[in-house]
């Protein structure tokens, strides 16, 4: 499975941003994906998750009520709409697939990763 994340770039405070990952290979439909995030200087960490039908969606405490994590599987891409933006969701965003129908929290669950796509967000 290849991934290929886009739809970063600079917002305000508030505002909206779409991140798109495509995903290459017959799995993907089979597979959970989820969204991380890396700040400079911090660890990576878990954004959202979603189950391989999209029947499930897990978000991050911080993210909560702001992001909304979506899939169309008959186009092999997962979505994360972010609204609301603060400047501390400024980050690299990666998109991953699951071991297995469903992800989780942790970066263990995840076997293939995109190359990350850049979030700033200006104060």
């Known amino acids: 499975v290849q991934l290929q994340a886009s739809g970063g770039g600079l917002a305000q405070a508030g505002g909206s941003l779409r991140l798109s990952c495509a995903a290459s290979g017959r799995t993907f439909s089979s597979r959970a994906m989820g969204w991380f995030r890396q700040a400079p200087g911090k660890e990576r960490e878990f954004v959202a998750s979603i189950t391989w039908s999209g029947g499930n969606t897990e978000y991050a405490d911080s993210v909560k009520g702001r992001f909304t994590i979506s899939r169309d599987n008959a186009k092999n891409t997962v979505y994360l709409q972010m609204n609301s933006l603060k400047p501390e969701d400024t980050a690299v965003y990666f998109c991953?697939?699951?071991?297995?129908?469903?992800?989780?929290?942790?970066?263990?669950?995840?076997?293939?990763w995109g190359q990350g796509t850049q979030v700033t967000v200006s104060s």
């Open positions: 991953a697939a699951g071991k297995g129908l469903w992800g989780g929290r942790l970066s263990a669950g995840y076997d293939y």
